[in-house]
């Protein structure tokens, strides 16, 4: 995975953590492009490093969405 690829799937992430309840899906359909097996990889990473910093509620979110 090139280093492009990996900020692209942490800029996703990180709209998804900040945007309100419900707007998910829209997000999501708006990125199918990034939507792959390395984008679910780094997805359970932050969901990890998350549970790690003690911020359960989003590491639960990652969880749930994964």
Known sequence: MDEQ???AY????????E???GE???ILNGHLELLDE???QV??????QLQQAGQ???AQFVWNVA
């Open 24 to 26: 998910e899906p829209q």
């Open 56 to 58: 359960e509620n989003q």
């Open 19 to 21: 945007c309100p309840s």
């Open 10 to 17: 942490l800029s996703l992430i990180q709209e998804l953590l």
């Open 43 to 48: 997805w359970e990473l932050v969901g990890a």
């Open 5 to 7: 690829r990996s900020q």
């Open 38 to 40: 390395g984008f679910v």
